[in-house]
């Protein structure tokens, strides 16, 4: 029962397609868990466009989509998920921190309206299935796949994941932003122990202290907190767009050097926690 993680988008705030933003990938935030064959889909930055074209040539016809929240740079990619819009497949939409603006189909139906964007929600013909938790809530989904969910400090709010599947687990925790010197318990709870921790890394420490109450971390604070929770790798993730390939390259190599369970997360890349 395999436990396979595949990364849509990584970049947040805009895309970035262009020359300097190759190697890492210039798409937002998206990334996709197949898990013993069942598909759960984080966020529908502009990445979903192309994860729709895989699902449509591995023939799946069902997924769950869990939103982090509702930011553009997370929503902006659902239009363009094609398989969304063919009959024969299912998708279950669900959000924990919807409700106060009328639940996470509004949201959805909302950015799909005039003068926004010319085709309604009502043009997807798949079945589409809308629920709205409680941050904080654990719920199973599918077979046997276990999700905890916490709150992140960000602007308008937004929530972390922790899946279980088969003895196996991934985190999803963007976007979110600490204070120095005072590690997240939430998060910390929800990591301990994680295989794989994915961690909004846009800032650096240097950074950070021009950039406080923007909603976003730094990479060295994800190692911090995977280290004290005895997680076992971190995927750093949610790219600031002004960070191009050489500055990425640079914090790749310092990130492998302070701690061996650090990495960088790009388009493309493909983790198997088997």
Known sequence: MSFKIKFW???????????????????????????????????????????????????????????????????????????????????????????????????VSGQMT???????VEA???AITYEDFAVGDKFTIGRGIKVRT????????????????RGRSACYITDTEHVPGKPDQNILGLIEGA??????????????????GWGHSTWEEGIRLCRAAGAKSLAIFHHDPDHEDNFMAEVEATARVTWSGAMVARDGLRINLD
């Open 195 to 212: 295989d794989l921790v994915i961690y909004d890394s846009t800032y650096t420490d240097a950074e950070f202290s021009a950039k406080v």
């Open 9 to 107: 988008g990584v970049r947040g705030s805009i895309a970035c397609p262009t020359p300097n933003h190759m190697s890492y990938g210039g798409n937002t935030s998206c990334v996709e868990m197949s898990l013993g064959g069942q598909h759960v889909i984080f966020d529908a930055g502009s990445g979903i466009r192309l994860a729709g074209h895989w699902i449509k040539r591995q023939n799946v016809t069902h997924a769950t989509l869990l939103f982090s929240h509702t930011h553009w740079d997370h929503i902006n990619g659902l239009p363009f998920f094609s398989p969304a819009y063919h009959p024969q497949r299912s998708f279950l939409i669900m959000a924990g921190h919807s409700e106060h603006t009328g639940g996470i189909r509004r949201v």
């Open 124 to 126: 997807m013909k798949a």
């Open 114 to 120: 005039t003068p926004h964007f010319p085709v309604p």
């Open 150 to 165: 916490v709150p992140l400090n960000h602007p308008n709010g937004a929530t972390g994941y922790r899946i279980d599947f």
